[in-house]
């Protein structure tokens, strides 16, 4: 099993749709959640940081439930500007600092 | 421009050649990280700095692969000996203390000949 799993869409809705992205991740000692951007050819860019109780930026909700250890990422009123490829990113704790990356949810806005 | 910064941005070489990548962390970070991504997967971790100090190193990062990070502030990655499998994405990352984002540069792809 991967220790964090996506589903790898593509996800194609149109301009204004409600979008919403489910991640799993197998180390239950996990402590730190974030979803990044990547756009085509180009590096991850930190889209959200993911938090406990959920969060929201703007059009973007993060929501995390640890005892499922599950993360969603729901977009609202998507623009073509959001079509990229989406990355959900578990910090585990330990040692190591590094991040662990699913494969990652290709979503295109259609106009 | 103060976010990572790597060079080059692409590199072509051939199979058996060395090759060098170099990265330049956001100044305040004492962490660096560099991580490996191929065509429709998520980046992999290779290894981690704190400062100087190399702390962990990925089972990915064979003996043909070694990094450096000599003053705390830039890094090298070396890939000796390149094989047709080591083309990809070479990804460096940044961070300051604790449980923050890590901030990418635009990578090193890499494609071996």
Redesign the interface.
């Known amino acids: 099993r991967k220790e964090v799993e996506q589903d790898p869409g593509p996800f194609n809705v149109p301009e204004g749709a409600t979008v919403a992205f489910n991640c799993t991740y197998s180390n239950s000692a996990s402590q730190s959640f974030f979803w990044y951007r990547q756009d085509c050819r180009k590096e991850p860019k930190l889209l959200m940081s993911v938090y406990s109780s959920g969060n929201e930026d703007g059009r973007f909700t993060a929501q995390l439930n640890r005892a499922s250890q599950y993360i969603s990422l729901l977009i609202r009123d998507s623009k073509l500007s959001d079509s990229a490829t989406y990355l959900c990113v578990v910090n585990a704790p330990g040692s190591a600092r590094q991040l662990t990356f699913g494969s990652g949810t290709q979503l295109t806005v259609l106009p | 421009d103060t976010g990572v910064s790597q060079d080059p941005r692409h590199k072509i070489t051939k199979r058996g050649q060395n090759v060098t990548f170099r990265c330049d962390p956001i100044s305040e970070h004492n ?1 660096l ?1 560099w ?1 490996r991504q191929t065509l ?6 290779l290894t ?1 700095f ?1 400062n100087e100090a190399q ?2 190193k ?1 089972r990915l990062l064979s003996d043909r692969f070694s990094a450096e990070r000599p003053k705390g502030s830039f890094s090298t990655l070396e890939i000796q000996r390149t094989e047709q499998g080591d083309s990809a994405m070479y ?1 460096c ?1 940044s ?1 300051p203390e604790g ?1 923050q ?7 090193t ?1 890499l494609s071996i000949l």
């Open positions: 962490r990280y991580y429709g997967q998520g980046p992999e971790f981690y704190q702390l962990e990925s990804l990352a961070s449980n984002p890590q901030h990418f540069g635009d990578g792809r």
